[in-house]
C-alpha cells in the first residue's frame, strides 16, 4: 500500500511538474508564433524611424550651418567696425551707406578725408568742421584737397569755432586753392579769434587777381583790428571779391581803411555788425558808397544814433544798397526821417530796424509810411 502511494504521488508529481512544463511551454511558444507571424510589421517601423531620425538629423546640419553662418557675419561685421573706427572713417562709411545722413560725417578731419576718398561718383561741395581742427588736421585736408577736391567738387570750406587752429594750417589751406583744377569759392575762419592779423595775412594770396576762384571770405570774430583793414583793402583791389564778413572785430577807427575796401571792384555784400564803428567810421563808408558795387550792407549793433544815421541816409539814394541793417543802432521812431527821404528818393528792398529804441508797432508805421510815400 505504501509503495502503491509513492508511486500515485510521483505520478501526480510527475502529471503536475509535465503539465506546468507543457503549460509554460504554451504561451512562449505561442508568444514566439505571434512575433514570428508579422516580421515585416517589425521591420516597416524600424525603417521609418530610421528614415525620420536621417530628416531630423539633416535639418539640424542645416540649422547649425546657418547659425554659424550667422555668428561669422556678425563676427565679421564687428571686426570691420572697429578697423573703421580706428582709422576715423566709421562715420563716413555709416553716411554712404545710407545709415546717416552725411552732415554727420563731419565730426573730424579724417572722417571728412575718408568721404572725399570713397565717394566715386557724388559730390561734396561744401565741408563743416567745428572745435576739431589743428594746424596738422589742416594740413591733411589741404592735401586731401590736392587729391579729391577736384573729383569732389569742393567750392566752401567753412572752419568756425576751431581754438588750436592757427596760420601755419591757414596758409596750408590757402596753398591748396590756389592750385591749378581748384573750385574753391568760399572761405571761412569765423570765430577763431587766435588768429588775429595773421589770417589777413594767411588769405592775402587769395585775393589776388585770378589767384584763385574765391569770391566769399568770412572773417568774423577774427581778432582782426584797424591795422588789418588797410592790409586787407589792398589785397582786395583786385579781386573778385563778392562778400566779406568783418563782423564782430574791433574795427573802431578804421573808417579810412573800410572806405578803401568798399572799392573792391565786385564786392557785393559787406558785413560790419558790431564792429564798434565810430561816426566818423560811418561817414568815411557812406561817402564812398556812391561810388562802390556794394548792394548789401550790414551796420547792426555798432550803436550809430541818429546823427550818423543822418549821414549815411544823405549818401544812400545815389548808392547801389538794396539791403541796409541797421538793428541794435539804438534808433528811436523819430530818428527815421532821413531814411525816409531817402527810400522816396531810390527805395530798396529790405531795411532792418529790429531791437532799437522803438516798438514793433513803430516799425510796422514806418513800413506804412514808406508805401503810402511810394503811393
Known sequence: AAAAALEGAAASNDGRVGGVTEGEAVEPD?????????????????????????????????????????????LAWIVALAKFSWDGSLPARLALWGLLPEAYAAISVTSVIALLRLKQHASTPVIVLRNCVTDEGAKALAEAMLLYGKKADLQAIELPHNPELGAEGVRALVSAALQEGSNLQELELSFNPQLKGSAVAAVEP?????????STLRLAHCGIQSKDVQKLADAAADSGLRILDLSGNALGGAGEALSSLCEAPVLDELILTRCNLCAEDVQEVAEQLPYTSIKVLQLGGNRLGAASLRVLAEHLPRSSVDELGLEENELEAG?????????????????????????EEDITSFVRTLRSLRS
Open 30 to 74: 505561442g508568444g514566439a508564433d505571434a512575433i514570428a507571424t508579422d516580421p515585416e510589421g517589425v521591420d516597416a517601423n524600424s525603417t521609418g524611424t530610421k528614415k525620420k531620425g536621417l530628416k531630423l538629423d539633416g535639418v539640424g546640419m542645416i540649422f547649425v550651418f546657418l547659425v554659424f553662418l550667422i555668428l561669422v557675419l556678425v
Open 206 to 214: 587769395l585775393l589776388k587777381r585770378k589767384a584763385s576762384k574765391i
Open 335 to 359: 530818428d527815421l526821417g532821413p531814411l525816409a527821404a531817402a527810400w522816396v528818393k531810390r527805395p530798396f528792398s529790405r531795411i532792418t530796424l529790429s531791437n532799437n529804441r522803438m516798438t
